[in-house]
Every structure is written in structure tokens, then in C-alpha cells.
């Protein structure tokens, strides 16, 4: 296999990475972007939509909402039927936000009309422009409908969900209001006829496959490879806002390390990619509890302590991203046992999350946070050196307090020159090494 197709590997792995996370980023909605992806794009062939416009409704469907992240998420978490209005005027930003982070993709700039007009209304009442009839375009037409109907036959905290005759009153009175005539009537023909298949995974994850396959050119470059975890990891920061750039900074100390150890090659990409992606399963956390100031209960504890499994959980269904699973699974582990969610201790936690631990650590430490402020970053390399052997691994303790003073001090800058081949090495992230799966000693070269 080329190096060329390794990058399209990687790159697609990565879309289906971000398509899963924000799949189970809406809590009790869960599947519902999987589900309005099928819907749309069965509604899409039978509308005549050509495979590249159907595969762009696959992924408008599950992106349309990443602008609610960090921006309007008690809407999905609201447990009541009525919003606020202050949560309403956020919810109506999300169209622009998810269209403004698609438009960073390369590759999915085409998707930009069809996020942004995805509320819109056939009468012109929808929003962001209030475009009404044929001037909106017919992918987000198909979306407008899709996500509703999906939305109907789904329970909620604050109702149950609705049977077929409900779903199919609403669609009839909603002809010419909220839907295109011609997507209402389409939709209404394949229900009555009963051609509409149930949802299974296994199908969604074929045609996100399938999408992928006809959006991305055979050739993906490494810069935009990068680019795209930039992205994913900017959207896993936007949960927490105490801790933007957080997944980028634990990327650069990461590869330090892995400098100061010796670790080249394979172990070295490993490390960045899975420093952008260790908090992945974050997504999947209620913003409630990732925002909460002071003591939080077991339950809400429950929670932060699944996102490394989430996470990795996420990356173990996609083939060429199976080898970050570790890393990430295992980023909260302590050298002694005290960690989560397994408690290995030792040699037993990779080494890969063994280095993980101690930059996420130290970034959490010099970072302030909701509930306190920030530490210098010299008392925070006293605490990595007094918890080596005991929070964290000698070897990667090590590794982490031999960092030239200098990197910490660009850390955050926009990007230390340090780093600057790095990214031309992720699309060779193929290969497993044994040493990301234990920790035997590494020596300097
Ligand atoms: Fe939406
Ligand atoms: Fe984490
Ligand atoms: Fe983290």
C-alpha cells in the first residue's frame, strides 16, 4: 500500500471518528444524526440526487448540528418541553457555527449550503436567512424533513415517542409550512408502501463508508490530515472552555517526549494523533457536568470517568485508527493502580498512555480550570517529578522532565517551530508496535 493511500486511509477513518462522536454527543438522542443520514439519503435517491449530493447528505446529516457544541447544548440536555429564550437565540446560531467548522474541512467545503439552510422552512418562518420555497437548496430540504420526523419517532425526557399515523398527520399538515411538498410526498409514498428500512448500524456505517469513498480525491495530503484532527480536536476542546487548546498542547508534549525518549518512527505519529484525540469520548459528556463548579455527585463522576472508553471505543470500530485505541483508553491510568477505568498499573499501561497521562496531567495542572486557577509550570514539573513512580511512569516521567525549558515556554503560541514536521508524518500511521502495548525501557539513541 502507498503512503497515498495510507493519508485517504487515515483521513477517512478520521470522518467516521468525528461522524460516531457526534452520533452519541446528543445524549438521549443518539443516533439520531445515523438515523436522518439514512432517512435523507434514501429521500435524496429517490429525489434523484446523484452519488456525490447523496454521499453530502450523509455527512450534512451528522454535522449539521457540531455548532451546538460548547455553544447550545443544554437544548439537547433540556429535560422540559420549553426553552428559553436565551438557549432559543443560541440554538438558531448552531446552522452558521456547523457550516463555519465544515467549511475548515478540507474536502467537505461542499457541505456549506446544506448545513447552513438546514432549518430552514418551506415558508420562509425558518431560520438563519428565512429562505423559503425553491430557494432553498433540496439536500437541506431533505434535511428539514428528515431531522423532524427522526426527532417525532424518538422518545424524549418529556414525552414518549409518536407512532406512524402521528408522524404522517404532522408531515401532511406541515406540506407547504416547515417541508417541501414534493420531499413531504415522496416521504409519505415510502412510508405508506412501507419502503423505508429499519435503521441498523451496520448499514449507516456502509454508506458512511461509501461517502467517503466519493467525497475524498485518491490523493488526501498530510497537511489537511492534520488539519482535520485540528478540527476534531478544536470540537472536543469547545466542551470545556477552561481548557481551549488543551488537545493540541497535549499533542506537542507528547512528541517531546517522544524526543527526549528516542521514540521515532510510528510511536512518534501514534503519540500525536492520539494527544489530539485522548479526550474523543468528552463529546459523549453532558456539558452539565463537564461546566460544573464545585463537588460533583457519583453519578455526574460516572460519567467523565466513561470518555476514555467512549473514546476508545469510537476508534476501535474504524480499522486504520484501531492503533490509537490504547492510548486513548488508558490516558487516565495511574502507575499505581489509582486510575481509571481498569486501574492497571506498572508496566501494564501502555506506553503510549503512560505519556499521555503526565502531558495531560500537566496541562490540566498550568491550565485554569471551573473550579480553580491555573498552577506555574514550575510547581507543576515538581508535582510530574514527585508523582513519578507513583502517579506516573518513571520512563515517561522522565522523558516528560527532560523537555527543553523552551517548548513549555511556546506551548502556547501558535505553532512552535519545534513541531513543524510532524505533520507530514501522521499519513504513515499504519503500522503497530509492540512498544505502544508495553512499556519495556526505551534508551536514548
Ligand atoms: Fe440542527
Ligand atoms: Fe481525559
Ligand atoms: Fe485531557
Known amino acids: ?30 443516533d439520531h444524526g445515523p438515523r436522518v443520514a439514512m432517512l435523507a439519503t434514501q429521500l435524496g435517491s429517490e429525489l434523484g440526487l446523484n452519488q456525490q449530493q447523496r454521499s453530502e447528505l450523509v455527512f450534512g446529516a451528522v454535522l449539521s448540528d457540531m455548532g451546538m457544541v460548547g455553544l447550545a447544548e443544554d437544548a439537547w440536555e433540556n429535560p422540559v418541553a420549553e426553552l428559553s429564550d436565551e438557549v432559543r437565540a443560541r440554538v438558531r446560531q448552531h446552522p452558521q ?74 408531515v401532511e399538515s406541515g406540506i407547504g409550512v416547515e417541508f417541501s411538498p414534493t420531499v413531504a410526498n415522496t416521504y409519505l409514498r415510502l412510508m405508506r408502501t412501507g419502503e423505508i428500512p429499519q435503521f441498523t448500524d451496520a448499514a449507516y456505517r456502509h454508506t458512511v463508508l461509501r461517502a467517503t469513498e466519493h467525497l475524498l480525491p485518491e490523493e488526501v495530503s498530510p497537511p489537511s490530515t492534520n488539519q482535520l484532527l485540528t478540527i476534531v480536536a478544536n470540537l472536543i476542546d469547545a466542551k470545556d472552555p477552561y481548557t481551549g487548546g488543551h488537545s493540541r498542547r497535549v499533542a ?41 463548579e464545585g463537588k460533583l455527585t457519583d453519578e455526574e463522576f460516572e460519567f467523565i470517568k466513561a470518555h476514555p472508553t467512549d473514546g476508545a471505543e469510537i476508534l476501535e470500530g474504524i480499522p486504520t485508527l484501531r492503533h490509537l485505541t490504547t492510548g486513548v483508553r488508558y490516558h487516565h491510568e495511574r502507575w499505581d493502580g489509582g486510575g481509571y477505568p481498569e486501574g492497571l498499573s506498572g508496566d501494564r499501561i501502555p506506553l503510549v498512555a503512560q505519556i499521555m497521562a503526565v502531558c495531560d496531567a500537566y496541562d490540566a495542572m498550568t491550565s485554569k480550570r471551573a473550579y480553580r486557577n491555573s498552577v506555574a509550570s514550575t510547581s507543576a514539573l515538581e508535582e510530574v517529578a514527585r508523582e513519578r513512580g507513583k502517579q506516573f511512569g518513571p520512563v515517561a516521567a522522565d522523558g516528560f522532565l527532560a523537555i527543553p525549558s523552551d517548548i513549555f515556554e511556546g506551548l502556547h503560541g501558535s505553532r512552535p517551530e519545534a513541531f513543524r514536521d510532524i505533520p507530514q508524518r501522521v499519513q504513515t500511521l499504519r503500522h503497530i508496535d509492540p512498544r505502544w502495548f508495553t512499556s519495556e525501557p526505551v534508551h536514548r539513541p
Open 1 to 30: 500500500m502507498t503512503g497515498t493511500h495510507s493519508g485517504k486511509a487515515f483521513y477517512a477513518g478520521l470522518l467516521e471518528a468525528l461522524t460516531g462522536v457526534m452520533g452519541s454527543a446528543k445524549g438521549y438522542l443518539n
Open 97 to 170: 457555527r456547523s457550516e463555519m467548522r465544515a467549511r475548515e474541512v478540507p474536502h467537505l467545503e461542499s457541505l456549506g449550503p446544506l448545513i447552513r439552510h438546514h432549518h430552514e422552512w418551506w415558508d420562509g418562518s425558518g431560520y438563519p436567512d428565512g429562505f423559503g420555497g425553491e430557494d432553498i437548496p433540496l439536500g437541506a430540504q431533505i434535511l428539514r424533513l428528515a431531522d423532524t420526523v427522526t426527532a417525532l419517532g424518538a422518545p424524549r425526557p418529556q414525552r414518549e415517542a409518536l407512532g406512524r399515523e402521528k408522524i404522517l398527520d404532522i
Open 252 to 292: 506537542l508534549l507528547a512528541v517531546s517526549v517522544a524526543d527526549q525518549l528516542g521514540l521515532e518512527g510510528h510511536i512518534k505519529s501514534a503519540l500525536w494523533s492520539v494527544g489530539y484525540l485522548h479526550d474523543l469520548g468528552k463529546l459523549a459528556v453532558p456539558l452539565r457536568v463537564l461546566a460544573k
